[in-house]
Nanobody, 118 residues
């Protein structure tokens, strides 16, 4: 199994930046894709970004393209979500997750709150 722990959330002003971290432990070598989700009040859960471990391919939701960057540090077993030019609509609980090969999103972290407000 995989355990994920998110951190780095907080309060930031519009236009500001924040970096979220997701530390993975357990069967990390079984992970095919890492992803960041978010869920805001009154909104459906949104897949923000994914990073495939095998080929490092990356995908972003249209809402965050050009502003967010997903990356990883293999030595630290950690994936990051660098969030720049933050907007109030980015306010949400952000969750890390992982998929095994041919699997589904299964290994939810506890979430970290991101609030963008002046």
């Amino acid at each position: 199994q995989v355990k994920l722990v998110e951190s780095g959330g907080g309060l930031v002003r519009p236009g500001g930046s924040l970096r979220l971290s997701c530390a993975a432990s357990g069967s990390i070598f079984s992970i095919d894709v890492m992803g960041w989700f978010r869920q805001a009040p009154g909104k459906e859960r949104e897949l923000v970004a994914t990073l495939r471990t095998g080929d490092s391919s990356i995908n972003y939701a249209d809402s965050v393209k050009g502003r967010f960057t997903i990356s990883r540090d293999n030595a630290k077993n950690t994936v990051y979500l660098q969030m720049n030019s933050l907007k109030p609509e980015d306010t949400a609980v952000y969750y890390c997750n992982a998929k095994l090969l041919l699997g589904a999103w299964t290994y939810w972290g506890q979430g970290t709150q991101v609030t963008v407000s002046s």
